[in-house]
């Protein structure tokens, strides 16, 4: 692969955001890219971006007013996490991880990732980014990392939601929904995508959400009014099962890549007081990826 093939999505100097997050904030959804020298891309792989590596990575997490990250295994690396790990370690105790892993994975090597700080397992059920998506092998797996005090992360788009229903309902541990489960924020707080979703979270009290990524979820863009009109509400009715990330180096939005600083400056609008903010970007990260110091 040559290096002109590979395909930037992220802005190289991003704004300074007018919203000043509290101290110990967490960017709960991130992503790195290699380096692609030392940490291949999968065979399978349906994008390949250029290096985006930890110092990258942790310039912009003190750019932005954040203190840890959330490192979530990219897709382009496959179930080879070794560039997530390599993150990890270098960040001096301010990141953990989510892992994506082939079902048949030995609890030693579940025990090693533990201890290189991963702390969850993602499941994708994105079919232009995945070829199987095997839900009673990913059962296996999560009935194997209760004993770890872990969870799952599912990332799915809207219309599928009530085919998995069943699925999201026998994960035997807690579940984060990446990004909402995609709705269509066009629609309004009120409208189907949201309704369904509303209904998986009173479902069950451990199904947490992360309200990121407008950039991706937003019909009209910048400044993303329709995102914070249907988003806002969820928020505010489930304040302490809410997580929020850059979703930085925003994969696959080479041909709509957005600012960093401006997606910051949308935390206060959908997590209007200080008490909200505090609970989505601190309180609730820690309490996930942290539990010893929250």
């Known amino acids: 692969m040559t290096e002109a093939a590979r395909v930037r999505s992220w802005v190289e100097r991003p704004s300074k955001p007018r919203y000043v997050p509290p101290p110990g904030a967490v960017d709960a959804h991130c992503h790195v890219f290699g380096p692609m020298a030392e940490f291949p891309f999968s065979p ?3 994008y390949h971006p250029e290096d985006a590596g930890p110092e990258t990575l942790f310039a912009l997490r003190d750019h932005l007013g954040f203190s840890r990250n959330v490192i979530v295994q990219a897709s382009c690396h496959g179930t080879d996490n070794r560039a997530t790990l390599n993150a990890i370690a270098r960040s001096q105790g301010k990141a953990r991880g989510i892992a994506v892993v082939d079902p048949a994975i030995s ?70 929904i990446d990004h909402m489960g995609r709705p269509d924020v066009g629609q309004g707080p ?8 509303r209904r998986l979270l009173d479902s069950r009290e ?26 806002r509400p969820l928020v505010e009715d489930y304040p ?20 960093d600083g401006g997606l910051v400056d949308v935390i206060p609008r959908i997590a209007v007081s200080e008490a909200l903010q505090r609970q989505l970007l601190v309180d609730n990260p820690m309490r996930l990826y ?4 929250a």
């Open 44 to 46: 399978k792989a349906k």
């Open 107 to 176: 609890d030693a090597e579940l025990d090693s990732l533990h201890a290189g700080g991963i702390r969850g397992v993602r499941f994708n059920f994105l079919k232009r980014l995945v070829d199987d998506a095997p839900k009673d092998r990913f059962l296996e797996v999560a009935r194997r990392i209760g004993r770890l005090g872990w969870h799952v992360v599912v990332y799915f788009e809207a219309d599928i939601l009530d085919e998995l229903r069943p699925f999201l309902e026998a994960i035997p541990v807690p579940v984060v």
């Open 190 to 197: 009120d409208g189907p995508d949201m309704k369904g979703f």
């Open 206 to 231: 451990d199904v947490w959400f992360k309200a990121t990524c407008p950039d991706r979820l937003s019909p009209q863009g910048e400044p993303y009014d329709d995102f914070v009109v249907a988003v």
């Open 240 to 259: 302490n099962r809410v997580l929020w990330g850059t979703d930085w180096p925003h994969p696959n939005m080479e041909h709509r890549i957005p600012d």
């Open 290 to 293: 942290w539990p010893d110091e």
